[in-house]
Each structure stands twice: as structure tokens, then as C-alpha cells.
């Protein structure tokens, strides 16, 4: 979870802390690699990140940049210690590898003297088939002591916020074959057990004595066991980083009790994501269009649709707003200021003005303007192709500044 934390400091002060030097690929506790020598590009910093739930954390870290033959990052290492006033001390590692561009890993491991821990491996693979299946898997376990609740609907209160830790443990599972041109079918399985426990901020009362036992469905933790289905049209240029063409997704998931299952659901799901590129690609103009409908009588309260966070409303903080559907608009203008090589890394820096519009409500016909959000804000990036990017978000809402720093592209 903390590798939110890493690359944009890494290249921001890696011309006066790095170092590069070439290593045997044996010595290296990595995946293979084809050179007689691998460029390791070594950063040690400071580190200091922002969010709305979780607060102010500092620390220090090491990054470890691993160059393949084509000098491109193949793999990035980072063990870090870090300190929060709400978790108390966190120590993690963090691992990418990147061992062809069809195929990705990703570790995390992390655990913090108060509530907070992370242990997560995530998998993408498209060399099975022929190249013509893909394979997404996500293995997680955590608890998240800042998780927040406001309540229901877009009108909830912040004077209505309350705390509590979000342990979970789950997989997600998917695999996509192609059906037409430029089509694919998805299909996929998802298993989450959710335990809520006492959080970490002190400040806030605890969810469950806030809300009785009952009233919020879930609250006294669940169980989803869900199948998916989903068909994807992609002209995009590229999976990570796309800089033009269109994707656009169409989701079916459903949940039943006698597949294990705290309650029947179903949840619907549609988004649409364009790039235009002008200028040969210094100025990236990025939209997405996206709908979620979840419906049953007693669907789990983390199980709804929701708004806030790094990925959706920028200016609050994750799950700000909650209800049984959400319309979101996304808008950004990606434009690249200049190109920056620091010990044989290459970066683009980019600058992203955004706009962030939506709401929550219970059915699309129920969405009222005054219930719309609008959250302008400003991003600072950080990209080093093909995979690899680190970003700062500051979004502006009626409640005040949000910060994010984070991996990857927000949508």
C-alpha cells in the first residue's frame, strides 16, 4: 500500500543522491536477465507524502532502478521505513518487475506498530495462448486504519465522519480472449472477507459506536464472493500508458449467498476512456465517462458505489460519498514541459490540469445538480516509459485541499 510513496521523489532528487553501477546478473534477487552486467540505478532519499484520510508521513527510503538490454527499467526495488502520527512506525518493500512489456509483478509488504499492514502480489500476463489471453491476478490481505464513513447518499455531513480499520483478505481473478477486432471477452472471479476493527485515527469516534449494530449493512463485517463478465473495445496504443486511441468497458457482477455470499447483489458497471494526442504527443487531452449501479436489499456498505479518493473525486478523500450508483466525469490535459535523463533514466515531466465531476445517488434519475461535485486540481508527473510513472495530485473541493502522491496514471 505505501508504494504510493516512491517514484516522484526518487527522480526529483536523484541528481544529487543517486548513483549507478553495473552488477552481475547473479547477484541480483531478481528475475533473469540477458546482459553480462545489469545497470543498477541507486536513490536514497527523504520521503514525505499527504492524503486526506490517512495524513502526514515521512521517512526515508532506497530505490533500486534495475536496467534491462534495452536500457529500460526492468525491475524497482524499494524498501522503506516511514512514521505517522497515526500508525506509528511502518517499515515496507516494495518490488516491480517488469519482465517483458506483456507480462508484470508487483510485492508489496508492509507492517506498522499500530493497526496498518499490506501484503499484496499482483500479476498481468499476456503470453498465454499464443498472446491471445490475458491474465490479471490480485492475492491481498490488510487492514487499512484510516478507512472513513459518512454515512449514505451525497448529502452526508462531515460532521457525520467516523473511523475504523478495514481488514480484508481476497483475490480478484480475470482472463480475457479476444472475439473480435479489437474486442475482448472478460471473465472473472473475486472473493473478499471484510472484518471492521478499531482504526487508527484517535480523533474520530469508531464507526460502530456511531452507527448501532445493523443499521449499516456490512458493518459488522462480510463476506463477497462475486462472478464477473465483462466486454472491452481497446484501440489504445498502449496497456499502461496509453497516449491515444479510445477504451471503452461494459461489466456485469453478480454475488449470491449460496456461492458464499453475505447477501444476493448485483452490480453494473460502464466506462468509457478516450486520448487525443496533439503536437506529437506533448499535449495529451484524457476523458472518462463512468457508471456504477449496485442493487439489492442489504448490500454491504463497502460493497456500494462510491466516490473520493486518488482515482475518481480528487478533491476528498477515499469513499467520501457513498450510495447505490455514482456518474463520474473525469477530465485532464497532460502536457509534457520537458525531458530529463539522470543517470541513463530518462523521464518525461508533465504537468495535468483536471476537473473531477460527480455524484452519488440511488438511481441515475435521482441525481440532482446540487448533489454534483466539482473538484478542480492540479497534477505534477513523473513518467518513465514504458511502465513506470509516479504523480502528485492536489484537488480542491468544498471541503478543502486533498494531496495524493501515487503510482500509475489515475484512470
Request: proline share 6%; aromatic share 10%; charged share 20%.
Amino acid at each position: 500500500m505505501r508504494a504510493t510513496l516512491l517514484l516522484l521523489p526518487i527522480l526529483l532528487t536523484a541528481a544529487l543522491t543517486g548513483c549507478t553501477s553495473h552488477m552481475p546478473p547473479d547477484m541480483l534477487p531478481v528475475p533473469s536477465m540477458v546482459q553480462p552486467n545489469v545497470k543498477v540505478v541507486t536513490v536514497p532519499l527523504p520521503v514525505i507524502a499527504s492524503s486526506p484520510n490517512e495524513g502526514v508521513t515521512y521517512g526515508g527510503l532506497s530505490a533500486f532502478l534495475l536496467h534491462n538490454d534495452k536500457d529500460e527499467i526492468a525491475t524497482l526495488i524499494a524498501p522503506q521505513v516511514n512514521h505517522n502520527e497515526n500508525f506509528g512506525t511502518t517499515a515496507s518493500l516494495y518490488g516491480a518487475f517488469y519482465p517483458s512489456r506483456e507480462r508484470s509483478f508487483e510485492l508489496n509488504l508492509s507492517k506498522s506498530t499500530e493497526v496498518n499492514q499490506a501484503y499484496e502480489l499482483r500479476v498481468r500476463d499476456q503470453t498465454l495462448m499464443g498472446e491471445q489471453l490475458e491474465l490479471n491476478a490480485l492475492l491481498y490481505g490488510f487492514t487499512d486504519g484510516s478507512a472513513r464513513f459518512f454515512g449514505f447518499s451525497s448529502d452526508s455531513s462531515p460532521v457525520t465522519e467516523s473511523n475504523f480499520g478495514d481488514r480484508e483478505l481476497g483475490f480478484t481473478l480475470s482472463a480475457g480472449y479476444p472475439i473480435l477486432d479489437h474486442t475482448q471477452l472478460f471473465v472473472g472471479e473475486r472473493f473478499r472477507q471484510v472484518r471492521i476493527v478499531k482504526g487508527a485515527v484517535q480523533k474520530l469516534p469508531f464507526m460502530g459506536d456511531v452507527y448501532p449494530q445493523g443499521q449499516v449493512p456490512g458493518s459488522g463485517g462480510f463476506t463477497a464472493h462475486a462472478q464477473m463478465m465483462s466486454l472491452v473495445y481497446s484501440t489504445l496504443d498502449s496497456p499502461f500508458m496509453p497516449i491515444s486511441g479510445v477504451r471503452a468497458r461494459v461489466t456485469v457482477e453478480t454475488s449470491l449467498i449460496s456461492l458464499g455470499s453475505s447477501a444476493d447483489y448485483r452490480r453494473y458497471e460502464a466506462e468509457l476512456k478516450g486520448f487525443y494526442p496533439v503536437s506529437e504527443a506533448r499535449f495529451v487531452s484524457v476523458g472518462r465517462l463512468a457508471y456504477s449501479q449496485t442493487r439489492g436489499a442489504t448490500v454491504p456498505f463497502l460493497e456500494r458505489s462510491a466516490l473520493g479518493g486518488e482515482t475518481s473525486l480528487r478533491g476528498y478523500g477515499r469513499n467520501r460519498f457513498v450510495d447505490s450508483s455514482y456518474l463520474l466525469c473525469n477530465l485532464e490535459q497532460r502536457i509534457r514541459l520537458f525531458r530529463w535523463e539522470v543517470f541513463g533514466v530518462r523521464a518525461d515531466w508533465e504537468l495535468a490540469p483536471f476537473l473531477d465531476v460527480g455524484g452519488v445517488m440511488e438511481s441515475l434519475g435521482d441525481l440532482k445538480g446540487r448533489n454534483i461535485e466539482f473538484n478542480p486540481g492540479l497534477g505534477f508527473r513523473a513518467v518513465v516509459r514504458p511502465n513506470i510513472l509516479g504523480r502528485i495530485d492536489v484537488g480542491f473541493s468544498s471541503e478543502g485541499p486533498a494531496v495524493f502522491v501515487g503510482l500509475g496514471y489515475p484512470f
